[in-house]
């Protein structure tokens, strides 16, 4: 193996750009994945309660007409969820209220629940029908189909 004035042979040398190539391959997957997931990353304390609100747990559903999103909402109320939607985008916020008494482990946490989603495909959001029940939240979003395509003349 051949080495340079510092020292460094060629081996070592292939090693560190691999390295660097790994670690920058990483990074963008990394980025890649916060960018379709979002940030899922929650500081977390001595006693492992979150201090952010928790990542609501979902399933996606698609039928032939609709996309249907069931959100995991535990000790939320039906009045304190906010719920957006866009095209192509749901958004869920929802508050839970604290229980009287000393807890010695809280899992479920207090501080509520958030949930942003991109949807796969965009849905008409003026006909889109929501129910809680159960500490489950049921979305329906039409979805937005083209039937037929409109011919343009061109001149």
Do not use: C, W
């Amino acid at each position: 193996m051949k080495s340079d004035s510092s020292g460094i042979s060629d081996l070592e040398r292939v090693i560190g750009r691999a390295a660097v190539e790994a670690a920058r391959m990483s990074s963008q997957a990394s980025q890649a994945a916060k960018k379709i997931l979002g940030d899922v990353s929650s500081e977390i304390n001595e006693i492992g309660e979150t201090k952010s609100s928790d990542l609501a747990p979902i399933d996606l559903i698609e039928t032939e007409d609709e996309l249907i999103v069931l959100v995991a909402l535990p000790g939320a109320s039906k009045e304190k969820i906010d719920l957006r939607v866009t095209e192509d985008s749901l958004y869920v916020d929802a508050k839970a209220t604290p229980r009287e008494g000393k807890y010695l482990r809280r899992e479920m946490g207090t501080m509520g629940r958030k949930r942003e989603i991109k949807l796969p495909i965009e849905v008409k959001q003026e006909q889109v029908k929501a129910s809680f029940k159960d500490g489950i939240l049921e979305v329906h979003l039409p979805k937005l189909v083209v039937v037929n395509a409109q011919r343009v003349q061109v001149d």
